[in-house]
């Protein structure tokens, strides 16, 4: 397996660097046409620089012409494709569409990442059979979307994840509290809040009363660590998001909305069945809340709940679920396959 070269484009700078390094560890040299292309940069707004995460010959022929910027759309050259020999095209159709001619006959994984549509997948109808489609949960397919090949989840290094020991504030991590798709909604999160320790942290959050801005990746595992509760916020459509992840990772104690209150005022290319987080916190992982009041009786009263054992649940399912050992293995099996 290992001399596979891998192509690699960017949607998400944070899955970005995790997909890296699962690829580097394993056997794959992937060049990243994402924030880790060059590698002279020095970092980034989120993790930093690393160092095995792109190579001068590769990043040589990128800018010698072998990607460029068309009307603001990436464009590759069957040339610079030919270097590799796989692509990992992460959800975006344009992509795909914009250089299928390009890719010529090497293998395309288009891999999805919770965000798939109706739309966009009608989109690649045409080229389908280019196409192998990686989804990242069992709970992203649907009939009328592209065939699945693979589902091979979200990956992490589980033992970089310290032990949950309570007594911070409650908690929560999203980017742009406000948006449209975000479940809960502001002013839903907010009356969920009010009135308890609560902090809400990530970017773009300002006017939003609790909002603390972006922390550094450390002050993220202190926070998760010593969390009170975390109060799960997602963006439709995905099924399962980084930071829950990451919680669960460190054992925090989940507060998360039920598939009915989440699927209440969906879009159409929501499916209930879509909703990954509650079969997740199933069997004593988590807390789930059907409606305000309920959520705000249970984060008035966490101590009637046995949070060790949700912590203890919740952390031994997702180093079943996330573990970079097993994802990493999957990946070399599909790569294999379609290579």
Same mark, same amino acid.
């Given at each position: ?8 484009? #960017? ?31 020095? &970092? ?6 690393? #160092?095995?995460?792109? $190579? ?9 012409? &072998? ?25 975006? %159709? ?7 001619? @390009? ?10 990442? !919770? *965000?798939? +549509? ?8 045409? +080229? ?14 649907? %009939?009328?979307?592209? %065939?699945?090949?693979?589902?091979? /989840?979200? &990956? ?9 020991? !309570? ?7 999203? $980017?742009?509290?406000?948006? /449209? @798709? ?7 999160? *907010? ?21 603390? !801005? ?32 990451? #919680?669960?990772?460190? !054992?925090? %104690? ?5 598939? @009915? ?22 069997? =004593?992982?988590?807390?789930?809340? =059907? ?17 060790? =054992? ?21 990946? *070399? ?7």
């Amino acid at each position: 397996m290992s001399g596979k070269r891998i192509l690699y484009h #960017a949607v998400h700078e944070i899955l970005e660097y995790d997909d890296l390094r699962l690829l580097n560890d394993a056997g794959f040299t992937v060049f990243s046409m994402g924030s880790y292309g060059n590698p002279e940069a020095r &970092g980034n707004r989120f993790r930093g620089h690393h #160092a095995n995460f792109a $190579n001068h010959e590769d990043f040589a022929a990128a800018v010698a012409g &072998g990607t460029t910027f068309v009307d603001g759309r990436l464009r590759v050259t069957r040339e610079f494709v030919a270097r590799f020999d796989a692509v990992i095209v992460n959800q975006n %159709p344009l992509m795909v569409l914009d250089n299928i001619e @390009a890719f010529g006959d090497v293998p395309v994984i288009y891999r999805t990442l !919770g *965000q798939s +549509i109706f739309a966009w997948e009608e989109m690649l109808k045409p +080229i389908a059979h280019r196409l192998n489609v990686v989804r990242y949960s069992e709970h992203e397919i649907h %009939p009328d979307f592209l %065939p699945t090949r693979a589902v091979i /989840p979200f &990956g992490k290094y589980v033992d970089e994840y310290p032990l949950w020991t !309570g007594g911070g504030d409650i908690l929560t991590f999203m $980017n742009t509290a406000a948006r /449209p @798709a975000a479940r809960p909604e502001q002013e839903t999160y *907010q009356q969920l809040v009010a009135g308890f320790s609560a902090k809400l942290y990530g970017l773009d959050n300002e006017g939003i009363a609790n909002a603390t !801005g972006l922390v550094s990746p450390e002050a993220q595992m202190n926070l998760y660590q010593s969390a009170r509760c975390y109060v799960y916020i997602h963006s439709l459509v995905a099924s399962y998001t980084l930071n829950f992840m990451e #919680a669960m990772l460190v !054992g925090a %104690p989940i507060l998360a909305p039920s598939q @009915a209150l989440v699927s209440a005022h969906a879009y159409p290319d929501w499916w209930p069945e879509r909703y990954a987080i509650e079969p997740m916190l199933a069997d =004593g992982a988590g807390l789930v809340y =059907g409606s305000v009041a309920e959520g705000r009786d249970i984060l008035a009263n966490l101590d009637r709940y046995n949070l060790p =054992g949700l912590s203890q649940v919740a952390r031994a399912r997702a180093r079943n679920l996330f573990n970079a050992s097993s994802v990493i293995a999957q990946w *070399q099996d599909f790569i294999a396959s379609v290579s």
